[in-house]
């Protein structure tokens, strides 16, 4: 079974990246306009092929963890399904939370799925973060299940999480935000939860949901005095290190 340790380095013209989309719609929209503006290519044809399947009916994976929600595991893997009928290469899932069902997806597919946590905290390093103190904000879930912090932990990094009470004001309420396309409303319970975890020593914030990074969008980073990762960038820089080599230089950030 194919892992994101096995990308590949040669160019293929035949290859797309599968996109399973929908998790939320924004952010799989958001995803690929990242994918674009991050990819150094001088013209249309040089761009990545991609295949978009994206399913907003697949259940709340919050829900569904802490809750006992409906699963969306049927769903994820009926979007793969389609995805590698259309060609798909490789599959790209902008969902933090929905990588708690990660294993399971490889078990059903012989397709390489890039790892958004894993590539997230690859993108630390791209910003040049080696250590320190990070702060986590992300969905219920993916922070109570340690997603981030095993990661960020075996790589030598110490993690900052909020407490139980600030991820549902600032992280849950932000990302609710967004689902709602209230995006200007989502900024003020974002930057604040930030502002909280660099209070507490933190030295970089990663935005460990892909709404997120849609309520502290690029223009506005500016405005607050810390440096952010976000997981749309870091799925994005992953995608482009699979289809043209790990050796490839993407834009800056400001992109």
Avoid at 60 to 67: E, G, I
Avoid at 218 to 223: C, G, I, N, Q, S
Wanted: include cysteine; charged fraction near 20%; aromatic fraction near 6%.
């Amino acid at each position: 079974m194919k892992t994101t340790g096995q990308l590949q380095s040669a160019v293929n013209e035949t290859r797309f990246l599968g996109v399973l989309g929908g998790l939320g719609p924004m952010a799989g929209a958001s995803f690929l306009e990242r994918l674009t503006a991050l990819t150094r290519a001088p013209r249309d044809q040089d761009h990545i092929p991609t295949i978009l399947w994206s399913d907003p009916r697949v259940p709340d994976r919050t829900d569904a963890k802490l809750h006992g929600g409906a699963n969306p595991l049927p769903l994820l893997l009926n979007g793969i399904e389609h995805l590698e009928k259309a060609g798909a290469s490789a599959i790209a899932i902008p969902c933090n939370s929905a990588h708690l069902w990660y294993d399971e997806l490889l078990q059903h597919t012989d397709l390489p799925i890039l790892n958004i946590i894993d590539a997230t905290v690859d993108d630390l390093h791209n910003h040049g973060v080696w250590r320190g103190k990070i702060g986590l904000m992300g969905t219920a879930a993916t922070l109570k299940f340690g997603m981030y912090q095993k990661v960020l932990e075996a790589r030598g990094f110490t993690p900052v999480v909020p407490t139980e009470e600030e991820i549902d004001e600032y992280c849950m309420k932000a990302i609710r935000l967004v689902k709602a396309n209230r995006l200007d409303e989502a900024f003020a319970p974002a930057a604040e939860g930030a502002r909280l975890l660099k209070e507490r020593g933190a030295t970089a914030i990663v935005l460990g949901c892909t709404e997120l990074p849609l309520a502290i969008p690029h223009h506005r980073r500016p405005e607050l005095p810390m440096s952010f990762v976000d997981s749309i960038d870091g799925l994005a820089v992953a995608a482009i290190h699979w289809f043209y080599g790990t050796g490839l230089p993407v834009m800056s950030e400001a992109a």
